[in-house]
């Protein structure tokens, strides 16, 4: 059997999951995203500073709201993965890239997907 993660493989068809095992984790990723509002928190708390000057925090807060994603994606792992097929990956934060990877591997497999699992 060929790792579903291999970035040769082909991407799945999210129209019909028989075949691919990436298919339904990919459904299932996309639930997750539709949700993540609800379980989403960001302590950054931001005071005395006009809402004019804010547009100087562009790049902090950006990275803050990213790192939190990834954290609250990997909190609800349930949703996404509830049956724990996937349990050696994870979604990781990488600057500028999201990358999957198989955590057991020595380093990552770059595919064209657009979420991190690790």
């Known amino acids: 059997m060929t790792d579903p993660l291999d970035q040769g493989a082909p991407l799945p068809d999210l129209e019909s999951p028989e075949g691919d095992p990436r298919t339904e984790l990919a459904q299932r990723v996309g639930g997750a995203l539709l949700v993540l509002p609800g379980f989403f928190e960001f302590g950054t708390r931001i005071e005395g500073i006009d809402a004019t ?4 925090l562009n790049s902090v807060l950006g990275t803050s709201i990213e790192v939190q994603v990834v954290h609250t994606l990997n909190r609800m792992r349930s949703i996404w993965d509830p049956d724990e097929e996937w ?18 591997d020595e380093g ?3 595919t064209t997907s657009r979420w991190a699992l690790n």
């Open 108 to 110: 990552p497999v770059s």
């Open 53 to 56: 000057d804010l547009f100087s």
């Open 87 to 104: 349990v050696g990956y994870r979604f990781e934060r990488q600057s500028q890239t999201f990358q999957m990877s198989d955590s057991f």
